[in-house]
């Protein structure tokens, strides 16, 4: 197969939740691009829409589902998962990127806040790919799962830092196990489960460390943050044939930040 057909994606159909804005839209635009049939999900109706019109402005064919996976799962995976099988039969690829923050110090970190980060960065992102998996992937045997993890999933945060997102870093390095437990366990179906790790990049979700932000490129080998295409490549490449034979891994993209040693 030439190198250009591995990372088509023509006739395929793909989910990415959190999909409205920031690296979610980033990446359902790449998969749009490289021909596939999107469904984006998010809290805010509205903020779907807007995405919606930019997709559609450029001949990418669009779902929208407004739904909140935090608060109403597991039923919230159910009808999402449902409502993209009644529109277009299948689901070849999901992207669990939705996703939620908190900073604060372990000790003053609250059970609330906790099960929050928790809920939708965890329990979702498992909800949602065990119905993609059960409805869709295992019955046709194939399919492409992407969780959106984070280089906070690797590690904890620097001490001398002043960033304090212990349920955060918890719930990324959870993401990143259950990523190898799935791919362990859904292989034989066919069924490649790979995370993206990303470092800093400027959306609303890393708004509490723009004020860090020439601190964190400064210690970044590519001397940059993230930017509006850098989680493109890696998307596709995950998505397509073209990583038929990688399985439970983590990517990072970070410009090479962790993989630093800091004396």
């Given at each position: 197969m030439q190198a250009t057909k591995l990372f088509d994606l023509s006739d395929k159909v793909a989910l990415v939740t959190g999909g409205s804005r920031g690296i979610g839209f980033q990446m359902a635009e790449a998969l749009g691009e490289m021909g596939a049939k999107l469904a984006i999900s998010a809290r805010k109706q509205s903020e779907?829409?807007?995405?919606s019109e930019a997709l559609k402005a450029k001949n990418i064919e669009v779902m929208t589902v407004a739904n909140d996976l935090a608060t109403e799962s597991p039923s919230a995976a159910?009808?999402?998962?449902?409502?993209?099988?009644?529109?277009?039969?299948?689901?070849?690829?999901?992207?669990?990127n939705a996703g939620t923050a908190w900073g604060a110090t372990a000790v003053a970190h609250t059970a609330e806040a906790w099960r929050k980060v928790m809920a939708l960065n965890v329990d979702a992102c498992f909800l949602v790919a065990r119905e993609v998996a059960q409805r869709s992937m295992i019955p046709n045997k194939s399919g492409k799962i992407i969780n959106i993890a984070s280089i906070a999933g690797l590690g904890g945060p620097r001490p001398d830092g002043g960033i304090f997102?212990?349920?955060?870093?918890?719930?990324?390095?959870?993401?990143?196990t259950l990523t190898q437990a799935l791919a362990t366990e859904w292989g034989k179906h066919n069924i490649n489960v790979n995370a993206l790790c990303p470092g800093y990049f400027p959306t609303k979700l890393s708004a509490g460390l723009a004020d860090r932000a020439g601190e964190i490129v400064k210690v970044t080998p590519l001397g940059r943050a993230g930017g509006e295409y850098d989680i493109k490549g890696p998307i596709v490449f995950f998505a397509s044939e073209a990583s038929r034979h990688v399985s439970g891994q983590a990517l990072a993209v970070d410009g090479g930040g962790s993989v630093v040693i800091l004396n």
């Open positions: 779907l829409d807007a995405a159910e009808s999402l998962v449902g409502a993209v099988l009644r529109r277009y039969g299948k689901i070849d690829v999901l992207v669990n997102t212990v349920a955060y870093n918890t719930s990324k390095g959870a993401l990143i």
